[in-house]
């Protein structure tokens, strides 16, 4: 694994943890910090490496889209429009299976 590809790594690990602690300064800067990497692990990264980041970023933005609905609900705002299991955007209000079989 490329040291690039590592630090960008590294880097989600980051993110997914000032996510969950809501640490919106750590998540400003990580955002750079990825952007900056972004190019090195496009040239250096193997299909397997890059799929498992994609996997890891795709984790951590369930969490911020979370943490967004956490964040606009506490401040009383409108809901944001939800999002489906393939990241599709919703309208309306989400049903659920859960909880009725």
């Known amino acids: 694994m ?3 590809v590592q ?3 590294d880097a989600l690990e ?3 943890n000032a996510a969950l602690r809501a640490d919106f300064d750590t998540l400003l800067s990580v955002q ?11 040239a250096s ?3 397997e490496m890059a799929g498992e980041l994609a996997e890891l970023a795709r984790k951590n933005l369930g969490l911020l889209r ?6 606009r609900g506490y401040l009383g705002l409108d809901a944001e429009p939800g999002y489906g299991a ?4 919703i309208d309306g ?3 659920s299976l859960r909880g009725r079989l």
């Open 86 to 89: 393939r990241g599709q955007s």
């Open 14 to 16: 980051t993110e997914r």
């Open 93 to 95: 209000p989400q049903s």
């Open 32 to 42: 750079e910090e990825k952007r900056g990497l972004l190019e090195q692990v496009r």
């Open 7 to 9: 630090a960008f790594k």
């Open 2 to 4: 490329s040291d690039a």
């Open 66 to 71: 979370h943490l967004l609905s956490c964040v």
């Open 45 to 47: 990264a193997t299909p």
